[in-house]
């Protein structure tokens, strides 16, 4: 069973930076058959997808709203998935999730409810 708790939320000015962990029990970072994720939902949003993480080979792909401010990382020693956010803007608000999907092929987008999902940490971001 694969468990996930999301740290890191808080508030910030806009153009600010702020990090997000995502802790992770039972999953194996090292399979290239597994992958993470990292989704937000603003109020009377739908989710939306920000990037898909393929830990077995540390390859990440990102969504067009983030890409070149926001970098997923992982640290293997600790068990933990990251979202590095840069020049945030009150649009960034939100609740970030992170997620994971486990073999044999990664369907994080298309396939939700395949996923295991953290609880959720608030991200605030003030003009």
């Known amino acids: 069973q694969v468990q996930l708790v999301e740290t890191g939320g808080g508030s910030v000015q806009a153009g600010g930076s702020l990090r997000l962990s995502c802790a992770t029990s039972?999953?194996?970072?090292?399979?290239?058959?597994?992958?993470m994720a990292w989704f937000r939902q603003a109020p009377g949003k739908p989710r939306e997808w920000l990037g898909t993480h393929y830990t077995g080979d540390e390859q990440t792909i990102y969504a067009d709203s983030v890409k070149g401010r926001f970098t997923i990382s992982h640290d293997n020693s600790k068990h933990t998935m990251y979202l590095q956010m840069s020049s945030l803007t009150p649009e960034d608000g939100g609740e970030y999730h992170c997620?994971?999907?486990?073999?044999?092929?990664?369907?994080?987008?298309?396939?939700?409810?395949?996923?295991?999902w953290g609880q959720g940490t608030q991200v605030t971001v003030s003009s």
């Open positions: 997620a994971a999907q486990v073999g044999p092929t990664c369907r994080i987008r298309s396939r939700p409810e395949g996923n295991y």
């Open positions: 039972g999953y194996d970072y090292s399979s290239d058959s597994n992958c």
